[in-house]
């Protein structure tokens, strides 16, 4: 059964809401300008030091002055909407469902799910994005949350729209040792537009010199070219790295090696620019209504399925009530394709300023095709943004413990009979790392035996490529990281990560020792996309074809988007003999 986008069951408490909310709106927005006129960000500070403006603090005393006299107007009209607008949420679901027709749903942009083969490749998204109402969003060293709202969903959508090339070259060259900057591919094709993925099949895996197979559209003057690194795959595929024309670069790909110079097992990148054919976007902490809306209208003519506004506010349930819920989860999950069945879980042990918000976890049900025997392929999305102060390991812990109940659960509820299982994802801000002494309890939590965490080599141990995704807030602006092109390069070089993303936290009252000998500094990753075999079905296959640092929001938040595309196959013979 389809969802209904409305998350109130009739238009009358509906109405009710957009009355009690309009009432609310403007003191809640004085409010908000009020507090922002005392706050400036280090790139505000740094412009009016160049500006030599003096007129600073005065203009500061008379924003004081007009916005609380503007909250003081409207507050009797936001109490009146308060009274409404609280006993409302308790027939309110938890998530508002908008949907728009795309070429997905016409046929015609179907490129993830191939019926005829049974097999695809997905490719899902996590990002921070700090979109808080403008006073909070500050104090991260942030400002103009809708205007960065918009910005970043120009980016996404521009990025995401670009056509997606592959090209299969057989060639020895790989297969005798030598790296790709010995190949001809180091050099970009300036003609050709999107993402360009090259895969050299070595005749010595089987190859016969002959196969090319393109995905997209070349012949574009754009002057934007990528050759992304692929891994070793079943096919005898081997890893080739990104190459940028000096113009629009997706990024440039870093072989993964592990001893001996042998490719890893996982292909990677870190990117200026999202990846092409996104069909996943999981966004924490897009608190703001309005930054909210901003985002679904401009990312809606790709993703034609968007989850928003998800999470209870007020009092209710009675389960999650820990504290008075003023914002909602800030969970933002938009897809390609459409969604069976979802649902929210608030967790209810959150504590200090965290608990003001219902943070949670999001599940989705996917439909993403139909096999050969016209039976429905599904997926599972699971977004979630765990608790955040550095020092509440054991409430993180426990919320883990909860999600991972609440994914069984929910998965036992919903899975049908005859259904293809072909993903099951879980990605978020977890706020804990897997270097950080403080953060052990967490490392150690058994969420990391069923899912699979393509940069962790071990509990307290990251493999040598992985990259820190905080970043550290005060130098957001510094030159170094305030493009996504500089930003690239940054994450690329060992010393500068240092300077810009976030080192490790010690215990309490311990000197912190990182990176240990031989080892390169990572800093602290707290974005996960995890993913996990163990309940597909039994003849689903997957494969990790690449992982992504995306600097693209340089500027614009801070944290680094990370990205995972799965390959997935079914094995045709397992479908027969279930027959």
């Given at each position: 059964m389809a969802l209904r986008e409305s998350p109130f069951p009739n238009g009358l408490a509906q109405g009710l809401h957009a009355v009690a909310w309009g009432l609310i709106l403007p003191c809640f927005w004085a409010l908000d300008r009020l507090i922002a006129a005392c706050r400036s960000t280090t790139l505000e500070r740094a412009q009016r030091a160049e500006m030599e403006c003096y007129l600073h603090p005065l203009k500061v005393v008379f924003s004081v002055i007009l916005f609380l006299v503007l909250f003081l107007i409207f507050a009797p009209f936001a109490l009146l909407g308060f009274l409404v607008w609280v006993p409302l949420q308790r027939i309110r679901r938890p998530f508002s469902y908008y949907r728009r027709k795309t070429e997905v749903e016409d046929g015609e942009g179907r490129s993830g799910w191939l019926q005829r083969d049974d097999r695809g490749t997905f490719m899902f998204v996590t990002a921070n994005l700090c979109l808080l109402p403008d006073s909070l969003a500050r104090f991260n060293n942030l400002a103009n949350t809708e205007l960065r709202a918009a910005i970043i969903g120009r980016r996404i959508l521009q990025a995401v729209s670009r056509p997606r090339i592959r090209i299969v070259v057989d060639s020895p060259i790989i297969s005798h040792g030598l790296g790709p900057s010995d190949t001809l591919l180091s050099q970009p094709t300036p003609s050709c537009y999107g993402a360009v993925d090259v895969q050299m099949q070595s005749p010595l895996a089987g190859g016969t010199g002959e196969d090319v197979a393109l995905d997209g559209i070349s012949g574009s003057n754009s002057g934007e070219a990528a050759v992304t690194m692929l891994g070793e795959n079943v096919d005898g595929f081997h890893s080739l790295t990104d190459m940028d024309n000096g113009n629009q670069a997706e990024g440039h790909a870093k072989p993964a090696l592990q001893a001996g110079g042998l490719p890893s097992d996982v292909p990677w990148e870190v990117s200026a620019w999202f990846p092409a054919h996104v069909d996943f976007l999981c966004l924490e902490e897009v608190f703001d209504k309005q930054a909210a809306a901003k985002l679904s209208e401009t990312l809606s003519p790709v993703f034609g399925h968007i989850l928003s506004d998800v999470g209870v506010y007020a009092c209710w349930p009675p389960g999650c009530c820990t504290a008075f819920k003023f914002f909602n989860s800030g969970l933002f999950l938009a897809s390609r394709y459409p969604f069976l069945e979802a649902q929210y879980f608030c967790f209810p042990n959150g504590r200090g300023e965290d608990a003001l918000a219902a943070k949670g976890l999001l599940i989705a049900k996917v439909l993403i095709g139909q096999n050969q025997r016209q039976k429905n392929v599904v997926g599972y999305v699971n977004c979630t943004h765990l608790h955040a102060p550095e020092g509440d390991g054991t409430?993180?812990?426990?919320?883990?413990?909860?999600?991972?109940?609440?994914?069984?659960?929910?998965?036992?509820?919903?899975?049908?009979?005859?259904?293809?299982?072909?993903?099951?994802?879980?990605?978020?801000?977890?706020?804990?790392?897997?270097?950080?002494?403080?953060?052990?309890?967490?490392?150690?939590?058994?969420?990391?035996?069923?899912?699979?965490?393509?940069?962790?080599?071990?509990?307290?141990?990251?493999?040598?490529?992985?990259?820190?995704?905080?970043?550290?807030?005060?130098?957001?602006?510094?030159?170094?990281?305030?493009?996504?092109?500089?930003?690239?390069?940054?994450?690329?070089?060992?010393?500068?990560?240092?300077?810009?993303?976030?080192?490790?936290?010690?215990?309490?009252?311990?000197?912190?020792?990182?990176?240990?000998?031989?080892?390169?500094?990572?800093?602290?990753?707290?974005?996960?996309?995890?993913?996990?075999?163990?309940?597909?079905?039994?003849?689903?296959?997957?494969?990790?074809?690449?992982?992504?640092?995306?600097?693209?929001?340089?500027?614009?938040?801070?944290?680094?988007?990370?990205?995972?595309?799965?390959?997935?196959?079914?094995?045709?013979?397992?479908?027969?003999?279930?027959?």
């Open positions: 409430i993180r812990y426990e919320q883990m413990d909860m999600l991972t109940a609440w994914i069984r659960e929910f998965q036992a509820k919903t899975r049908q009979a005859g259904e293809e299982v072909a993903f099951d994802i879980l990605c978020g801000d977890f706020n804990f790392d897997n270097c950080s002494p403080n953060d052990a309890l967490e490392q150690k939590h058994s969420v990391f035996d069923d899912y699979r965490d393509p940069c962790r080599a071990g509990p307290g141990k990251e493999k040598p490529w992985a990259i820190g995704t905080l970043l550290e807030q005060p130098t957001l602006y510094d030159d170094e990281v305030r493009t996504p092109e500089n930003l690239q390069k940054t994450l690329e070089w060992e010393e500068l990560r240092r300077q810009y993303v976030a080192a490790p936290v010690p215990l309490d009252g311990c000197t912190l020792v990182y990176p240990e000998s031989g080892c390169p500094w990572v800093g602290r990753r707290i974005d996960y996309i995890l993913y996990r075999e163990s309940t597909l079905s039994r003849h689903c296959h997957t494969e990790v074809e690449e992982y992504s640092f995306v600097t693209h929001l340089a500027g614009l938040t801070d944290h680094i988007p990370v990205g995972l595309r799965l390959n997935v196959t079914l094995n045709q013979a397992d479908n027969c003999c279930q027959e």
